[in-house]
Structures are given as C-alpha cells and as structure tokens.
C-alpha cells in the first residue's frame, strides 16, 4: 500500500509537468524529471527488496516495470505511454 501511494504521488507530480520536446527542455524541467526519475527508482529498489521474499516473482517483475519507468524518465523525454504505463504500475500495486 505504501508504494502504490508513493507511485500515485509520482504520477500526479509527473502528469502537473509540461511534455518536453526532446532536446528542447529547459533546465528546470530536466531536473523535475530527474528527481522524479529517483523517486521512481526508489520505488524499484523497494520492490526489489520486496522480491526477495516472493517465490512469486511478482515483485520482481513491478520492480523491472520501475526500473525501467524510471529510465525513461531520467531520459528527460519519456515518450507520451510512459504516464500510461505508471498508471498501469500504481493499480498493479494496488492489487
């Protein structure tokens, strides 16, 4: 529950920030993605915490999901699927 509220957060902090053209964002923008992408993969490195104690591999596999969220976002440009695929994160969590 608690990372399913930290993804929601990152997806409404993500969602209040403007699509940036690649290579043409500002600085301040590119350093709100950046943080965003930290949050992001802190949100993967609990997972992954996470994973060790699921003979499921669920864990894992969100922890992948995140981790790969996260790139994306560090990328300063994630395509416009990645607020898809967040959200698509967070009810995965809820679950």
């Known amino acids: 529950r608690q990372l399913a509220g930290q993804q929601g957060q990152i997806n409404q902090q993500a969602s209040g920030l403007p699509?940036?053209?690649?290579?043409?964002?500002?600085?301040?923008?590119?350093?709100?993605?950046?943080?965003?992408?930290?949050?992001?993969?802190?949100?993967?490195?609990?997972?992954e915490e996470l994973g060790d104690g699921d003979p499921t591999g669920r864990s894992d596999a969100l922890a992948r999901e995140a981790r790969q969220l996260a790139q994306q976002l560090e990328r300063g440009a994630p395509p416009p699927e990645t607020a898809a695929r967040q959200q698509?994160?967070?009810?995965?969590?809820l679950d």
Do not use: E, F, S
Not at 28 to 38: N, Y
Not at 88 to 93: A, E, P
């Open 19 to 47: 699509i940036p053209m690649p290579g043409a964002a500002g600085q301040g923008a590119r350093d709100a993605m950046r943080q965003l992408a930290r949050k992001q993969a802190g949100v993967a490195d609990k997972l």
């Open 88 to 93: 698509q994160l967070y009810r995965r969590l």
